[in-house]
């Protein structure tokens, strides 16, 4: 998983505690990270239909749905797209010992782990949300954080 799935994430997170549309800058100067890179996430975000872009002096960022309908996996298949995390080259057909391709109907155990694998972790994905984790944020760091967020945010930078 790409390192902008996190970026995103917490840019959504973000988003919730805003009034007003964000700045991509805006949004890289809070998390401290590059903000051409934070864009071509905000970017996938927009493409996913996510969060949209606000044009104007006032614009930035905001989000598209509410909160409790973006699901994690939303978000990492914006970023990292919707392919399995894990993909079968048939390596088994490979080698002095190779398996000819006709013995090769069905996947093969790796493959099939790797396949449950994958669904179940999509699904704990599909699970959980952006207002989840907005409430766990909440509860891990106090009531106030969001709204410390939100005071940050408004604030103009100078």
């Given amino acids: 998983m ?8 917490h840019c959504c997170v973000v988003l919730t505690s805003a009034d007003e549309p964000v700045p ?17 996430q905000l970017q996938a975000l927009s493409r ?25 996996l939303d978000v990492v298949e914006a970023i990292d797209g919707p392919g399995p995390a894990f993909v079968c080259s048939e390596i088994r057909q490979r080698g002095p010992l190779a398996t000819p391709p006709e013995a090769c109907v069905g996947p093969c155990a790796i493959t099939r782990a790797m396949s449950n694998a ?41």
């Fill in 2 to 9: 790409s390192g902008g799935v996190e970026w995103a994430l």
């Fill in 48 to 72: 996913a239909g996510l969060v949209r872009s606000v044009q104007g002096k006032a614009g930035g960022y905001v989000l598209t749905r509410e909160p409790a309908s973006i699901t994690v």
């Fill in 118 to 158: 994958d669904a179940a972790w999509r699904e704990s994905l599909r699970a959980v949300t952006i207002a989840d984790l907005v409430q766990s944020i909440n509860a891990d760091y106090g009531p106030r954080t969001m709204s410390t967020v939100a005071t940050w945010l408004s604030t103009p930078t100078p």
């Fill in 24 to 40: 991509a800058t805006r949004l890289a100067e809070l998390h401290d990270v590059s903000a051409s890179y934070l864009a071509k």
